[in-house]
Structures are given as C-alpha cells and as structure tokens.
C-alpha cells in the first residue's frame, strides 16, 4: 500500500532539525535518539517511525487530503541508509574519532534537508539504482 509522499518529508524535517543540534551540539545522546527513529523506520517503515506517528497523529490531520503517494519500499531503504550514517557518526562521538562523528553526521544531514527542502530523497534513488542493477544482472 503505498504512504501519503508528505509524511517522508515531514520526518526529513524534523531529522535535519536533529542532525543540525547533533552538529552544534556534539550530542552522542541526541544522535542515538536519531539512530533510533532510523531502526523504527528501517524495520517497520517510514509511517511507523516516531516521526511518520508524528505526521499521523499530529500533522495529517490538519492537512487536506494527500494528492501524492509513494512506494514505502524507497523510502524504508533511505531510512536503512540514515541508519547505517547514524551508526557511524554515534562511533565518532562515543568512542572518536571526533572527525568521523561529524562528517557522518554531515552526510546524514545533508541527505534530510534534501528531502525537507527539495523533496529529492538521495536514499530512495539509491534504492532505485540498486533495483535496476539488480535486475540487469540477473
């Protein structure tokens, strides 16, 4: 079943929000929060993360209906993605180097606000060219 398109780019916000106070901060704790709703988005999709429970309970309802839906698979994949860039940059906080934990915390963030702002998941797309590959080379 395919998830209202705003949702993904309502937790894109308030990510890059997270990552932004990450950077500023150096806050380990405040990253696992972030890694966290990034595992809940991996294993159970975009709309069972806090944030897509944020967008449902909260914000969906103020809005009119969706015009545009997406597959949740891409997005899922991109929250895999922010994942695997959260564990990274965690290691860099906790146990250093310091470097590590802001250039993945960097990445991570500049891939949200991608999202937020622009609405170009670079997950999803990465998702899709790993699709196509996978089926040429069958």
């Known amino acids: ?3 209202d398109a705003r ?20 806050s380990g704790w405040l990253l696992a929060w972030q890694l966290l709703a990034f595992a809940l988005g991996a294993a159970g ?3 069972r993360s806090p944030y897509g429970l944020l967008f449902r309970t909260l914000v969906r309802p103020r809005l009119g209906p969706p015009t545009q839906f ?8 991109a929250q895999a993605v922010g994942l695997a860039f959260a564990a990274v940059g965690l290691v860099g906080y ?4 310091q470097w590590l934990g ?3 915390t960097g990445l991570a963030l500049a891939a949200a606000f991608l999202n ?6 670079l997950g999803c797309e990465l998702y899709l060219l790993v699709r196509r590959t996978a089926v040429r080379g069958r």
Do not use: K, N, S, W
């Open 102 to 104: 802001q250039t993945a």
């Open 7 to 26: 949702g993904p780019r309502f937790g894109a916000a308030l990510t890059t929000v997270v990552l932004v106070i990450v950077l500023i901060t150096g």
């Open 1 to 3: 079943m395919d998830i």
């Open 94 to 97: 906790t146990v250093g180097p």
């Open 45 to 47: 999709g975009v709309p």
């Open 116 to 121: 937020a702002v622009f609405g170009y998941c």
């Open 70 to 77: 997406e597959a949740p698979q891409p997005p899922q994949f």
